[in-house]
């Protein structure tokens, strides 16, 4: 599986963005997906996770409640939904994908990974 993120730009505080992952292959729905960030110094921490049939997701505290992951089988896509955006959120994007379709958070677990995509909050 390949995976390309898109989406990333700059937004004031509060704002709200949306990333888009597109997926190459045929098996994009036998994986969990994931979204993982990596601020500037920082190591990649996981943001939000998504079963392989979307019934199960998982967020990390800081962004429960404001973010969301989906995702469409049948376009082969996965997306985060960003509201209420806070200047912490800054950093690289990573989609990813995992050989096991439940939900999980280590980042040891995603197989595939695509090249980031950078979302910078202005306050």
């Known amino acids: 599986v390949q995976l390309q993120a898109s989406g990333g730009g700059l937004v004031q505080a509060g704002g709200s963005r949306v990333l888009s992952c597109a997926a190459s292959g045929r098996t994009f729905s036998r994986y969990g997906m994931g979204w993982f960030r990596q601020a500037p110094g920082q190591e990649r921490e996981f943001v939000a996770s998504i079963s392989w049939d979307g019934r199960s997701t998982y967020y990390a505290d800081s962004v429960k409640g404001r973010f969301t992951i989906s995702r469409d089988n049948t376009k082969s896509m996965a997306y985060l939904q960003m509201n209420s955006l806070k200047p912490e959120d800054t950093a690289v994007y990573y989609c990813?994908?995992?050989?096991?379709?439940?939900?999980?958070?280590?980042?040891?677990?995603?197989?595939?990974w695509g090249q980031g995509t950078l979302v910078t909050v202005s306050s």
């Open positions: 990813a994908g995992s050989s096991i379709g439940q939900v999980s958070t280590p980042t040891r677990l995603y197989l595939y």
